[in-house]
């Protein structure tokens, strides 16, 4: 096909267009037209159904088309303000439904007592290192490397999370290198005894030995403690802590030491050790007395219903950070251990509780490197939990029964030194409660529309039932209407067919020759 034959094809099909559109055209017009009155007379049933009369006004065809405008453009306008205002308290439901009010009605409150988490300064069994030493290394007290690896020794048990400098100087001695360093502190640890009494004689204060950023220590009264193990645990079966009834009881706990000292962190007992705010060191032959203030944050019941990112807090027993156990401490101490897995790949040996490889003295070298824990201190952001309780030290009172100086102490061997903490009854907590619930976001919704819109619920259900009769009619109607022309044409193809082959029958009987008849 040459270009004139195809210009002349191209003029003949777009001649041939316009002719089949400009028959389609009426019929397309009559059909919008229809359009157009069935959907006015289904705006006028949901107007006279609903009983919003500006509906009706919109599509009355006896009012000037101004007016029928104004109406158009005030019906749009409360549609929009209804929906916008139903945004922002939409908007506010996610973003800040609870408040924190003041609890004055002190009389009837319980409250707990705070947790001891105890770090002796000098806990290295001098029978134990010799036997570990002799066993692992093959080196006896008699060897010249004996000191080095007691020295090696010292300074794993010494070891901190804040303070590794000396672990990390035995790095380039690859004889460390597949040392496990929690249990080598595990096998030379020395045991210690406590003595704890308190105003409940029928009540046992928890006492167990834990691994923390500190070191090997002892927590008293925190049953949080018990996760920093990385054994599995249900908080529903997690020991209580000691409380009592603030006003109506004397609240306080004593712990007697013999033969050690060292130092104590005063925290919450759903809180592990993590912070220098309540710091006391205890040496021997002191008596120390400490009242703390106390000021605890309680949660509503309805406080459950909402979303972490709603409240801005967590449950104890909620799992999140990758905790099956949730308190803040123990997420910014898996935060700064995750940092050190992934700078170094290791895990100091103070947190049990995350997996990972753990850090021999070259490990800690590359922490010191880049002096971990420092720069994760201000990265790691945990959210705060929904309860808690913070202590304040108020007062403290201290005393000696008599040794003066270090070699007096030292050679005393009947020297023993307590520690009592108690509480002072709190007049004042602050208490967690939703100010805007999903009772209130519902609520909200059908204000906005009877105000905006003048239509309930019920209206909305009667103007959505009238769309979708008239919808479901109208499509019926179309159905059958399609299936009647689709039976037309079928019938009209099916005639023209009979006849096509009627005039080729009687075609073919012309053609045959003439008939000889014999009489």
């Known amino acids: 096909m040459d270009r004139r034959q195809l210009r ?49 006004l919109i599509v009355n065809r006896q009012l000037h088309i101004s007016e029928r405008a104004v109406w158009l453009l005030v019906v749009l306008g409360s549609i929009y303000a209804a929906i916008r205002l139903s945004g922002l308290q939409y908007e506010r439901y996610l973003s800040s439904p609870t408040v924190i009010s003041v609890d004055r009605d002190y009389r009837g409150w319980n409250g707990s007592l705070p947790a001891v988490t105890l770090c002796y300064y000098d806990h290295i069994d001098s029978f134990k290192a010799n036997e570990y030493i002799q066993d692992v290394w093959n080196v006896s007290i008699i060897d010249e490397d004996y000191f080095y690896f007691m020295d090696f020794l010292y300074a794993v048990v010494n070891a901190t999370a804040s303070n590794y400098a000396e672990l990390a100087k035995f790095a380039e001695d690859e004889r460390f290198d597949q040392v496990d360093l929690y249990e080598l502190m595990q096998r030379v640890d020395r045991p210690f005894e406590q003595v704890i009494s308190s105003f409940d004689a029928n009540f046992k204060v928890h006492v167990q030995m834990v691994m923390t950023e500190r070191g090997s220590c002892y927590a008293i009264n925190s049953p949080m ?65 400490a009242s703390f203030k106390v000021l605890e944050t309680v949660a509503s019941k309805n406080l459950h219903q909402l979303s972490v990112a709603q409240r801005k807090c967590v449950f104890n027993n909620e799992e999140t950070s990758n905790l099956k156990i949730y308190s803040k401490s123990l997420c910014l101490a898996r935060c700064r251990a995750v940092m050190a897995l992934e700078m170094c790949n290791c895990v100091p040996f103070f947190y049990q509780f995350v997996e990972g490889p753990s850090c021999n003295p070259a490990g800690f070298e590359c922490l010191l490197d880049f002096k971990w824990p420092i720069w994760a201190l201000h990265i790691c952001k945990c959210p705060s939990t929904c309860t808690e309780i913070e202590y304040t030290m108020q007062t403290v009172k201290k005393s000696s029964w008599g040794v003066k100086n270090n070699d007096e102490v030292a050679s005393s061997e009947t020297a023993t030194s307590s520690f009592r903490w108690d509480l002072i009854p709190p007049k004042v907590r602050l208490r967690r409660d939703v100010v805007y619930s ?82």
């Open 438 to 519: 999903f009772e209130d976001l519902i609520v909200s919704f059908g204000g906005a529309l009877a105000f905006f819109v003048g239509v309930s619920v019920l209206g909305l259900v009667e103007m959505g039932h009238v769309i979708l009769h008239n919808v479901l009619l109208d499509t019926t109607m179309l159905v059958r209407w399609i299936y009647a022309r689709a039976r037309r044409n079928r019938a009209s193809h099916r005639a023209v067919a009979q006849q096509q082959q009627q005039r080729l029958s009687l075609a073919d009987t012309a053609e045959l020759p003439p008939f000889d008849y014999v009489n």
């Open 225 to 289: 403690s018990s996760v920093l193990s990385g054994k599995p645990i249900v908080y529903e079966e997690m020991e209580q802590p000691l409380s009592c009834q603030y006003g109506k009881q004397q609240c306080y706990i004593r712990m007697d030491l013999y033969e050690s000292t060292g130092v104590l962190d005063v925290h919450s007992p759903y809180e592990v050790s993590a912070t220098e705010a309540n710091i006391v060191a205890l040496h021997k032959s002191d008596e120390i007395t």
């Open 8 to 56: 002349h094809w191209l003029r003949r099909m777009s001649a041939w267009t316009w002719r089949r559109l400009l028959a389609w055209l009426p019929a397309v017009l009559l059909g919008f037209r229809s359009y157009c009155n069935r959907l006015r007379e289904m705006a006028e049933i949901a107007g006279a159904e609903t009983g919003v009369l500006a509906i009706s």
